[in-house]
T-cell receptor
Framework: GAGVSQSPRYKVAKRGQDVALRCDPI?????LFWYQQALGQGPEFLTYFQNEAQLDKSGLPSDRFFAERPEGSVSTLKIQRTQQEDSAVYLC????????????FGDGTRLSIL | QKEVEQDPGPLSVPEGAIVSLNCTYSNSAFQYFMWYRQYSRKGPELLMYTYSSGNKEDGRFTAQVDKSSKYISLFIRDSQPSDSATYLCAMPSGTYKYIFGTGTRLKVLA
C-alpha cells in the first residue's frame, strides 16, 4: 500500500482482556517498529523487527506485551491481561533499509482500557 | 534528565509569522536529526531530517543543527493555519531506535 496501515484505529477493552493490534507496513520495507505514545508525550520505542527477526524488544514494558512478524510483512502487537496504564496510542513505523533510513508512521491504534 | 528536551508549548502565533521550534539533547553521539509533524489523531509525518551540523531548507521549512551546543531548530516561514499541529523532534539512538521529544503544540491564528 501507499503508507503504513494500522487496525483497528480505536480499541476499547475491559481491564484483564487480551488485545491484538495489527500493522501493515509499506510494501517492501524491511524494518518495522512499534512505539507507544501517551497523551501529551512523544512516541516511545517498544520493539524492532528486521524482516521476521525481532532484533530489539528492550522497550516492551512487561512480559504481557508480545510482538510478532512471522512472514516479514504484517506485524501484530499483543497485550495480555490489559491494565489501565496500557491506555495509549500504539504507533507502527516502517523503513526501507537496515542502516539509517527515515521511519514512516501509521496513524496508530488508540487503545482505551476501562 | 531526558535525552531529548522540547518545550511542550502551546505556541500561538498570527498567520504569516516566522515560527521557531527548538530541541536540546544530551547525547553527543546523535548524528541524524529528524522533524515530524503530527496532526490531531494522526501519526507523525516526516517533515525533514539533517545529518550532522548545518542547515537544510525545504520550501517554507528550515532545519538547523548546532552540535557544539546540542541544539536543533525548525523554522517555519509565512506560517499558515494549516501548520497548526504538534511538532516532534527525534534522533536515532544507533541506527533505528528513535528518541523523541515531547512535541511542541503550535497554533497559527488566521
Amino acid at each position: 500500500g501507499a503508507g503504513v496501515s494500522q487496525s483497528p484505529r480505536y480499541k476499547v477493552a475491559k481491564r484483564g482482556q487480551d488485545v491484538a493490534l495489527r500493522c501493515d507496513p509499506i510494501s517492501g520495507h524491511v524494518s518495522l517498529f512499534w512505539y507507544q505514545q501517551a497523551l501529551g508525550q512523544g512516541p516511545e520505542f517498544l520493539t524492532y523487527f528486521q524482516n521476521e527477526a525481532q532484533l530489539d524488544k528492550s522497550g516492551l514494558p512487561s512480559d504481557r506485551f508480545f510482538a510478532e512478524r512471522p512472514e516479514g510483512s504484517v506485524s501484530t502487537l499483543k497485550i495480555q491481561r490489559t491494565q489501565q496504564e496500557d491506555s495509549a496510542v500504539y504507533l507502527c513505523a516502517s523503513s526501507g533499509g537496515t542502516g539509517f533510513q527515515p521511519q514512516h508512521f501509521g496513524d496508530g491504534t488508540r487503545l482505551s482500557i476501562l | 534528565q531526558k535525552e531529548v528536551e522540547q518545550d511542550p508549548g502551546p505556541l500561538s502565533v498570527p498567520e504569516g509569522a516566522i515560527v521557531s521550534l527548538n530541541c536540546t539533547y544530551s547525547n553527543s553521539a546523535f548524528q541524524y536529526f529528524m522533524w515530524y509533524r503530527q496532526y490531531s489523531r494522526k501519526g507523525p509525518e516526516l517533515l525533514m531530517y539533517t545529518y550532522s551540523s548545518g542547515n537544510k531548507e525545504d520550501g517554507r521549512f528550515t532545519a538547523q543543527v548546532d552540535k557544539s551546543s546540542k541544539y536543533i531548530s525548525l523554522f517555519i516561514r509565512d506560517s499558515q493555519p494549516s501548520d497548526s499541529a504538534t511538532y516532534l523532534c527525534a534522533m536515532p539512538s544507533g541506527t533505528y531506535k528513535y528518541i523523541f521529544g515531547t512535541g511542541t503544540r503550535l497554533k497559527v491564528l488566521a
